[in-house]
């Protein structure tokens, strides 16, 4: 079961990834409100995949992630801002013609680049749990300018959306108001793909929202509840990510879909037979699934030491003379009984890895002795690859 001790270990490990993705969530639950009522479900996935796309370009040219993410994105933002009601041609169309072209060549970069397989799913999947400092600040310096200018702009934009026709009618400057939500929707969506990946991203546009929708027929309850969904899923899939050692982006992403289908439950059962009994229905099905959520953990040989306490020192607390030795110890089998602090451990190894390519290799197999938790053993892994003689 969920416990207080996991609640508090969760907040260490994740540190400011966990109020990051929780600011993820918000910010895609109500810009994929006026996502689906536009119908335009699939330019999360496109965007999403241009964002990664960007990232391996920059990655390779040594360039800053967000930079290229946000190029690639603001560039296909140009072209779908046009009125393509106007045309023959379905924006649809559009939008599978670059998720096509962009997911293509998001491998065929990383195909040439010489990174290894795990750098290669960092950029097309993410990982909350590594989550830099420079990460967080590019996130909150985009999402929160974005969720203001939703804020202020958000009766002509949701008119805009809901019905063009009538927008024009009373003199709203459409095309200036769908421009502006695709620009700030591709750099919301550009700050948050190195972390959050293609698939997290798709999910928190698409799914709360559209489970929102499912469940309320009036704007702002639905764009409540969505937040809500977004939020929940968040904290029940971290959770669940590490009591069962499972990768937290993928988590949150099956979670979310089990409750969009409840809702399809509740939707169901509510126009055949009544509110109540439908709300009974869907109450009991999300209790089952976090009750069996709570139950999954990891046994066997496959369990990983209890994460984060400060019982152990860490690397860069250690005198400088004794350092290595000082790793050493920390990393030993006989320490295999105690706690440790995997994430400590992991910039440690990487600190060594800038003077002491080979020295670094050679601590992160002794620590992957210890089974770390998976996403510690995945960049432990790359840290082999890139540095082993």
Not at 287 to 302: A, F, Y
Request: proline share 5%; aromatic share 10%; hydrophobic share 55%.
């Amino acid at each position: 079961m969920f416990v207080i001790d996991n609640v508090s270990a969760v907040i260490s490990v994740y540190g400011g990834a966990l109020p990051i993705a929780f600011l993820m969530a918000i910010t895609f639950a109500i810009f994929g409100i006026f996502v689906v009522l536009k119908r335009m479900v699939f330019i999360g996935v496109t965007l999403s995949e241009v964002a990664a796309c960007g990232v391996a370009f920059a990655l390779i040219h040594e360039l800053p992630p967000f930079m290229g993410a946000a190029l690639f994105c603001l560039v296909v933002v140009a072209i779908l801002a046009y009125p393509y009601e106007l045309s023959k041609l379905p924006r649809d169309t559009v939008l599978g013609t670059i998720f096509i072209f962009a997911s293509g060549m998001a491998i065929l970069l990383v195909a040439g680049s010489g990174f290894g397989l795990e750098k290669v799913k960092a950029i097309l999947y993410g990982n909350l749990l590594f989550a830099s400092t420079g990460d967080v600040a590019t996130i909150c310096a985009v999402m929160i300018p974005a969720l203001l200018a939703l804020l202020i702009f958000f009766r002509p934009i949701l008119y805009s959306f809901l019905d063009r026709e009538s927008a024009l009618s009373l003199g709203i400057n459409v095309w200036r108001y769908e421009l502006l939500f695709f620009i700030f929707l591709g750099l919301t969506v550009a700050a948050a793909s190195r972390i959050a990946g293609v698939m997290l991203v798709f999910c928190y546009l698409v799914v709360p929202s559209a489970t929102a929708l499912l469940l309320s027929r009036n704007m702002v309850p639905g764009i409540l509840l969505a937040c809500f969904f977004a939020l929940f899923t968040t904290m029940l899939g971290v959770m669940t990510s590490y009591q069962a050692d499972l990768p937290p982006n993928q988590l949150i992403a099956v979670i979310s879909c089990c409750f969009f289908v409840f809702a399809m439950i509740h939707n169901h059962i509510r126009n055949r037979w009544s509110q109540a009994r439908a709300a009974i229905v869907s109450v009991t099905l999300s209790l089952l699934l976090v009750w069996g959520l709570s139950t999954l953990t990891v046994t066997g040989e496959t369990a990983s030491p209890a994460l984060p306490l400060a019982s152990q020192p860490a690397l860069s607390e250690i005198s400088e003379p004794a350092a290595s030795s000082s790793a050493q110890v920390l990393l030993t089998e006989e320490n295999c009984e105690l706690p440790h602090d995997w994430p400590t451990i992991v910039a440690d190894v990487e600190k060594i890895a800038t003077q002491s390519p080979a020295e670094a290799a050679e601590k992160a197999r002794e620590a992957l002795k210890l089974n770390p938790p998976l996403f510690f053993a995945e960049h432990l892994n790359e840290i082999i690859a890139q540095h082993a003689e």
